[in-house]
């Protein structure tokens, strides 16, 4: 991929991802810091992305319904019986 | 070889002794796999379509799990197992066959649902409010919205925590396939975010 003449904003943007989930090389996660040190415009969108991933895997938790567990433990082929532990 | 002392041994036939060992390690399997049931109806929540076929599917992963939990490593990811059995189901009751399979997904670039948040918003806010403007029911929704293959690897990963490598041999396929899902995955799930807020506005 030629750097060079691509956007840097653009090519921070294709870098996001992988850099929040550590998983760019250490010369493309120095490049990656390099650009967000100077742009504060790709930083808000790395916070934003970093906010996001925490809201959706907070958000969309649903407990289990009441009574699962029951019917669940009605299938168990044991008797863990009283002193079970 | 057992530890059994000869006295012992004579007290109870080996076989006695095998089956009680085994019915000991059958009780236990069952009660790991019940303390994990939370964590798995969330997963299922999100692989399924809706709250009642989770638990329909959480049901059916027990019932199958009690029966064959001969075929479980001990020491090794008792969730991940459980997990495996589950989205097993789920594909052979038929969710696959939902997904238009030759058919492009939408998705956009990284930062377009943040752009049209804040476009929306009119002033810049700060991007831990930005995210706030999204509901409970927009990310339920969207998330639904990610066809099958997408949001298998997104449930897994980004709410159920699985490793790349967990993820990858639930959904059995190889963990190269997992990150590119993940990538696309995220850009569609963002994708219909914005849409749904879209649809809010106007």
């Excluded at chain 1, 840097?8 to 850099?19: R, S, T």
């Excluded at chain 2, 001990?74 to 030759?102: E, V």
Aim: aromatic residues 6%.
């Amino acid at each position: 991929m030629t750097q060079a003449n691509q956007d840097p904003c653009a090519h921070c943007e294709e870098m996001m991802q992988p850099y929040l989930d550590h998983i760019l090389t250490e010369a493309e996660r120095v490049e990656a810091e390099h650009h967000l040190d100077d742009c504060d415009w790709c930083r808000r969108r790395y916070r934003f992305e970093e906010s996001l991933r925490v809201y959706v895997r907070t958000t969309a938790v649903e407990r289990m319904p009441p009574g699962l567990m029951e019917k669940l433990a009605q299938l168990r082929t044991t008797d863990p019986g009283p002193a079970s532990v | 070889m057992s530890g059994a002392t000869v006295a012992e041994m004579a007290e109870a036939p080996p076989d006695a002794t095998r089956i009680a060992a085994e019915a000991r390690d059958r009780v236990r399997f069952e009660e790991e796999a019940l303390a994990l049931s939370d964590q798995v109806f969330r997963v299922a929540r999100h692989l399924a379509g809706s709250r009642e076929e989770a638990e329909d599917l959480v049901q059916e992963t027990y019932a199958r799990a009690f029966r064959s939990w001969r075929s479980y490593q001990p020491g090794t990811n008792l969730r991940a197992w459980l997990l495996r059995i589950l989205t097993n189901l789920n594909i052979d009751r038929g969710r696959r066959k939902q997904r238009a399979p030759q058919t492009t997904p939408l998705e956009a670039n990284d930062y377009y649902l943040y752009d049209k948040l804040a476009e929306s918003d009119g002033a810049a806010t700060d991007e831990e409010r930005v995210v706030e403007r999204l509901s409970q029911d927009d990310i339920v929704t969207a998330l639904a919205a990610v066809p099958h293959d997408f949001r298998d690897v997104i449930v897994l990963v980004d709410l159920g925590d699985f490793s790349y490598q967990d993820a990858a041999s639930i959904l059995d396929i190889p963990i190269g396939t997992v990150m590119s899902r993940l990538h696309r995955g995220r850009r569609i799930l963002k994708r219909e975010l914005a849409d749904s807020v879209l649809e809010d506005v106007s």
